[in-house]
């Protein structure tokens, strides 16, 4: 996996034209670093889908441009675009959309070998994947087989199998109850830290701004504002940068609180 | 891609099995419509080829006895019996007509034999004898066994009435069958006593065929001479020629068929599979990856279609004659090649319009919530 990251440049995407056009996203400008959970909320209809799916080179913008690497991916052509979702990208959907005539393994077997992968390697990789993630005794299961959560690791499996740069997570946790839904979040948060892997997630799910790195709040197709998510170093509570109940400059580094209490705590402990 | 087209394929077993049925139902028709033609042509052409004649002689220009009247004076028998290499002259009568047996009136080519036949005898007997004799008939068991008749019943061929004597095998088809009658008797009712439809030759030992039949048109006037083999070939092609049209127009059915099963039921998977092509290329599945996949599907249910439309074809050639003596199915190389080709057809075509669904197929479509 390289050191990619995603630039987005005033994007904007019309539908129609005339009397009916629609602008779905309207001058959006974003960077996603590396490693990074990027969290993308907004009513229904905001256009956090269209933007997931530009994103994903799935659809293309009508003004603007969006780069990986340096190189402008939105200019791609049509034949070209199926090789950047295949190596850069993996996506995660909310109904999972696994393959119902394939097993786990086949499933994420697939997507290796469309990437060029022979048959044996394919497998080898898929199995090590699904192993990672806890899948290991459900490999020739079919979907139906499988329960929302595992069929979601199979999906992230599968998004993972071909070492993208970016996950993008289209309502992950949706279709799961919420233990597993926590276990998905968590699992997205360690593939980013781990892995160095950007992860973009459009969910309504208020609980995924505990794992994001950056909440975005889109609406009317336009970011009305940016979050950051920082953690509190002493009861480890989530917190929007902007609404820190404290903050502390510590050898360089700054430090957000979710109270007053927290930061007392803390200088008691570090400062001294 | 293989490995999930198989998948899909065989998950959807009642689908399968409405795509290989239908296509082994439209291959079968044109194999079976084929082998019908291929086993009249054979059976038409049974007379002759058991004939027992090397060479058979006809008035001149007339080539094949199937729609055909030959008619010549009986004493150029004693012209042929001179041309060197021939050992044997038998002169018979020929005449398309109605044989009415009991209830049953079928059509029958009457052929007049005289006593001392040496060739053109049936060459089946089931009962009785071969050759009728005066006032004798022998007609095709098949035919008598339908009419309830046996040796000994009076049958009546050209509007006179004859005593069953002989009952042939292999001499019915689906349209017709060939009876036995006496020379005498048959120029009798047609008072032509000094006339001959044919002459069946027998050659001596080491005489060719070919070189003897031109030898016979060059000594004896108005008369054509052919090879066993040549005589045969032409009355083959006359059933041919008189079966193209209806062929043509079965095969196409057949053909249309395949097709529209074959279209439907690829197209309907496709369309059934909308979702998971859309994942596939939202994933980095190429188009030319779907089009494998939607090829491979066609292209096995055809496989299995075709497969399943021979076996139910070698069954039904099986099967039939023991329903029927007057039917059967000669299965011919050239069918199935045909049949092949049909079913190559029936996959690309199939295969064209979810080609054209999937090129179109927007991959954002797996972000449409179900």
Redesign the interface.
């Known amino acids: 996996m390289g050191s990619s990251a995603l630039q987005v440049v005033d994007v904007t995407k019309r539908f129609g034209s005339g009397a009916t056009e629609v602008t779905a996203v309207r001058g959006v400008s974003l960077t996603i670093d590396p490693g990074e959970v990027v969290l993308i909320m907004g009513p229904s209809g905001s256009g956090k ?1 269209t933007l ?2 530009m994103l ?1 080179a ?2 293309m913008p009508t003004e603007g441009t969006i780069r990986l690497n340096g190189q402008v991916i939105s200019d791609l052509d049509e ?1 070209q675009l ?6 850069q ?1 993996g ?1 995660v ?3 999972f ?1 696994l ?4 097993t786990a393994l ?1 499933n994420v077997a ?2 290796a ?3 060029g992968r022979k048959n044996g390697e394919a497998r080898q990789r898929a199995e090590a994947e699904l192993t990672r993630l806890g899948l290991g005794e459900r490999l020739g299961f079919l979907p139906e087989e499988l329960s929302g959560g595992e069929k979601q690791r199979v999906a992230i499996a ?1 998004a993972l199998v ?1 070492d993208p740069a970016i996950l993008f997570a ?1 309502e992950p946790t949706a279709n799961l109850d919420s233990k597993i839904g926590h276990e998905i979040m968590r699992l997205l948060r360690a593939i980013a830290e781990e892995q160095g892997r950007s992860v973009v997630i459009v969910s309504h799910d208020q609980r995924i701004k505990d794992i994001a790195d950056r909440v975005l709040w889109l609406e009317d197709g336009e970011f009305k504002e940016m979050t950051t998510m920082v953690t509190d170093p002493v009861c480890g509570m989530s917190l929007e940068k902007e609404k820190a109940a404290a903050s502390l400059e510590w050898e360089g580094e700054e430090y957000f609180f979710c109270s007053r209490g927290c930061r007392a705590e803390f200088q008691e402990e570090q400062v001294g | ?1 293989t ?2 087209a198989l ?2 394929l065989f ?1 959807s077993r009642a689908r399968l099995a409405i795509s290989v049925g239908g296509v082994a139902l439209a291959l079968m028709l044109i194999l079976a419509l084929d082998a019908i033609v291929g086993w009249i042509e054979k059976r038409v052409t049974a007379y002759i080829d058991a004939s027992g004649a090397d060479i058979w002689v006809s008035q001149e220009g007339v080539r094949n006895m199937h729609m055909a009247s030959s008619s010549f004076s009986a004493s150029l028998a004693t012209g042929v019996a001179r041309v060197e290499g021939v050992d044997s002259v038998t002169p018979i009568h020929y005449l398309t007509n109605v044989v009415e047996a009991g209830e049953e009136r079928t059509i029958a080519y009457v052929i007049g034999l005289p006593d001392q036949a040496r060739a053109g005898l049936p060459w089946i007997v089931q009962s009785g004898r071969a050759n009728p004799g005066r006032g004798g008939a022998v007609i095709d068991q098949g035919i008598a066994e339908a009419a309830g008749i046996g040796l000994g019943d009076p049958v009546e061929i050209l509007g006179e009435e004859f005593e069953v004597v002989g009952l042939s095998g292999g001499t019915a088809s689906l349209t017709n069958s060939i009876a036995f009658i006496s020379s005498r008797d048959f120029a009798r009712l047609l008072a032509s006593p000094r006339m001959a439809s044919f002459l069946l030759v027998q050659l001596k030992p080491g005489a060719a065929a070919q070189e003897v039949a031109s030898r016979i048109e060059a000594n004896v006037r108005g008369v054509t001479a052919q090879t066993r083999e040549e005589f045969a070939g032409q009355e083959r092609k006359v059933v041919r020629d008189m079966s193209t049209d209806l062929m043509a127009i079965m095969n196409l059915v057949g053909f249309l068929i395949g097709l529209a099963v074959m279209s439907l039921t690829v197209y309907t998977a496709t369309l059934g599979r909308r ?2 092509y859309g ?8 188009n030319r ?1 779907l089009y494998l996949t939607v090829g491979v599907q066609a292209l096995v249910s055809v496989a299995l279609g075709l497969a399943v439309g021979l076996i139910f074809t070698l069954a039904l050639a099986e099967l039939l004659p023991r329903f029927s003596s007057n039917l059967g199915l000669q299965i011919r190389l050239q069918a199935l090649g045909k049949a092949g080709a049909a079913s190559l057809l029936f996959a690309g075509a199939a295969a064209l319009l979810p080609i054209r669904q999937i090129r179109g197929l927007d ?2 479509v ?2 449409r ?2």
Do not use: H, I, W, Y
Request: aromatic letters at 8%; proline letters at 4%.
């Open positions: 889908t997931l799916m994903g799935l659809l034949s199926p090789e950047v979702r295949l190596r990208f996506f959907f909310q109904d959309n393959l119902s005539a394939l086949e697939l997507v070998s469309l990437a599968r071909n289209d | 891609m490995r999930l998948r899909n998950q979702a998971e994942v596939l290329k939202a994933l980095g599945a190429r990856d991959p954002a797996v972000f919530r179900r």
